[in-house]
């Protein structure tokens, strides 16, 4: 393969690392498929999991359907066609359900109604994700996921059911000879107020917590926190306005990173530390002795992006290749 031949000496262990699939079905099973396609033993996931959007189907009779999909709107015919439809909204990490304009109507007067059906459905693809990880996966390939700030708590108890794969939220988890893992989904508040944010004092609190659990010495730990450092350039995201728009069409950006991840790492000074969480960011940066990564995210296209990492205990990783699949 490409990797073996790019890297010549054999690793102690070869991690995969991706993020932000946001209820992607193509990017999740590309994600099941890189620990063949990449020699990885090791799979790590970080948040965010789920979709953002419900796609409805409306059934108009006589054998004819209607939808909405990114301002487009579109007519089928045939079962055929909204078959196909519905594959392309779960590609794009939404939720398709289908409806009748009277249940439609309905849903839109009922806000509740709205948000439990959402969560149905994205429970219910964690869910078959975790059924399809058993079937897919074996001994050969460890699998761990962490929810991001995106994502509801419900989702935990969901992965920690699986049978191949370990939920890595709030944990130190061991793998290869010696190294160990702390996770979280938490980040510094965002403009949005998700599931997982809170203040940075009360996440420094929260990430030295789980940190002073390691008992790996540096050169052997990894630190995957789905937000990244403030200021490394893993951060940099499109500035918004005071009404929640891209600020000069998303030209402009700024650091919006977290200063209690960055005191972390700055502290613990592990081999590696992996984010997500600002998906423009793509790239790598060092943070004294820590090689950080941001892989970025681009979902919608159902493209995995990720990160191939070869750790050997060494004082530094020295091997790592940003991948696209």
């Known amino acids: 393969m490409i990797f073996s031949r790019l890297f010549s000496r054999k690793p102690s262990v070869r991690l995969f690392f991706a993020t932000d699939i946001h209820g992607s079905e193509t990017c999740w099973r590309k994600f099941l498929n890189s620990g063949k396609h990449y020699d990885a033993r090791v799979l790590v996931l970080g948040g965010d999991m789920t979709g953002k959007a419900l796609v409805p189907i409306v059934e108009e009779g006589g054998g004819r359907w209607r939808a909405e999909l990114l301002e487009i709107k579109r007519e089928f015919e045939s079962e055929d066609e909204v078959k196909e439809f519905e594959e392309v909204v779960r590609r794009r990490g939404y939720y398709p359900f289908r409806t009748t304009p009277d249940e439609l109507a309905e849903l839109q007067a009922d806000e509740k109604k709205r948000d439990d059906l959402f969560h149905r459905k994205m429970l219910g693809r964690i869910e078959r ?83 002073s659990q390691v008992t790996a010495p540096p050169e052997k730990t990894v630190y995957n926190f789905h937000c990244p450092p403030y200021g490394s350039g893993l951060d940099d995201a499109p500035e918004i306005t005071a009404d929640m728009r891209p600020k000069d069409a998303g030209r402009s950006t700024v650091p919006v990173g977290s200063t209690a991840v960055r005191r972390a790492i700055e502290e613990g000074q592990p081999a590696l530390s992996l984010h997500g969480h600002i998906h423009e960011a793509r790239g790598n940066t060092r943070l004294g002795r820590t090689l950080c990564i941001n892989p970025g995210s681009s979902y919608e296209q159902g493209q995995l992006l990720g990160a191939v990492v070869d750790l050997d205990g060494g004082e530094k990783v020295r091997r790592f290749v940003l991948t696209s699949g």
């Open 129 to 211: 994700w975790m059924r399809m990880a058993d079937e897919r996966l074996d001994g050969s390939v460890e699998c761990f996921v962490s929810p991001g700030n995106d994502d509801q708590f419900e989702v935990d108890e969901i992965i920690a059911a699986a049978k191949r794969v370990k939920l890595a939220e709030g944990r130190v988890v061991e793998f290869g000879d010696g190294f160990q893992m702390v996770s979280t989904g938490w980040s510094n508040r965002t403009p949005w107020n998700t599931y997982r944010e809170e203040d940075e004092p009360e996440l420094l609190e929260r990430l030295r917590k789980m940190t």
